[in-house]
């Protein structure tokens, strides 16, 4: 090689060097819109909210929360699907308006391919709990009871088509045992009917309000599907410990953008999402509210998508689950 020649290839990678820092410089909008897919003042908009509080000291932007809820979360999320691919839209949401939704009724985007995976922020656990309807203080003990009696277990979910009832027909088939679904709208009826003991068993995800329901004596966790045994309840076996890995389900959150945003902003949220998920503080803030921080690769994120989206099909085919 002439030595005219390095030269030339050293002002080249020079050129690219300055050409991505001044892209990073650039691309990162002033103002930057997160779409949150639930109402405000719940758990999954605190933490959304705290999020972008640590995203915009990091970034240098202004990030604007806009609740956009109903549908399960697809509202919020077509409305991400929908928005321009500059950077200027991430949505934050749980993964079953990709997973779960499009299996149960068409939806007004494609769920795999008009929303891009940006970064996993947490999972928010399943607990199953006994009420005061029933003296069982183990899983198996409720199991026995089932098939001693069929149909007389009464097991009450957040509703039609909703993780919890994914939970009850994975343990129903795999248990083989005869369990009343009592599908609720929603968490709080249902909270209310569970502290009254309408109902033998409920499931639903970890929160505030559960925790003190728990504390206070009036629920009593059975199993938690959840990765790994929760920090406040060292006690309760994952479902999968218990022998049960495919009802071992919990909702997982993430942050995402409009398909077509730029490869170089999406790894660039990433890296600062991960950055906040690491701080004390965010992760203290994510576990008070009994959610537990992930992060990871954006690539490890789209692999989780398209697994759940499949094993969802799997299961809404098999057990006939139709939303309401």
Known sequence: MSSSVRPRSLLAALGLLFLNAAAQAQVVPKTIRLVVAYPSGGVSDVVARALADKLAAQLG?????????????????????KAAPDGATLGFSA???????????????????????????????????????????????????????PGAVRWATSGQASLGH???EQLRGAAKVDITHIPYKGGGQQLNDAIGGQFEVLSTNAGPSISAQIQAGKLRPLAVGAPARLENLP???????????????????????????????????????????????????????????????????AAEIRTEYENNGRVVRSAGIKAE
Do not use: C, W
């Open 166 to 168: 994914i939970v009850l």
């Open 61 to 81: 932007s202004t990030l604007v929360v806009e609740n956009r809820a109903g549908a399960s979360g697809t509202i919020g999320m077509d409305a991400v699907a």
């Open 235 to 301: 006690r309760v076996p994952t479902l999968a410990e218990l022998g049960f890995a495919a009802a071992n389900l919990s909702s997982q959150f993430g942050v995402f953008a409009p398909a077509g945003t730029p490869a170089i902003l999406i790894e660039k949220y990433n890296v600062e999402i991960n950055k906040a998920l690491a701080s004390p503080d965010l992760r203290a803030r994510l576990l008070a509210t009994d959610n537990v921080p992930t992060g990871g690769s954006i690539d490890s994120f």
């Open 95 to 149: 993964i079953s308006p990709l997973v779960l939704s499009p299996h149960l009724g068409r939806l007004p985007f494609d769920p795999l391919k008009d929303v891009a995976p940006v970064a996993s922020v947490m999972y928010s656990p399943v607990l199953l709990m006994a009420t005061s309807a029933t003296g069982t203080r183990d899983l198996q003990s409720l199991l026995d009871d089932a098939r001693a009696r």
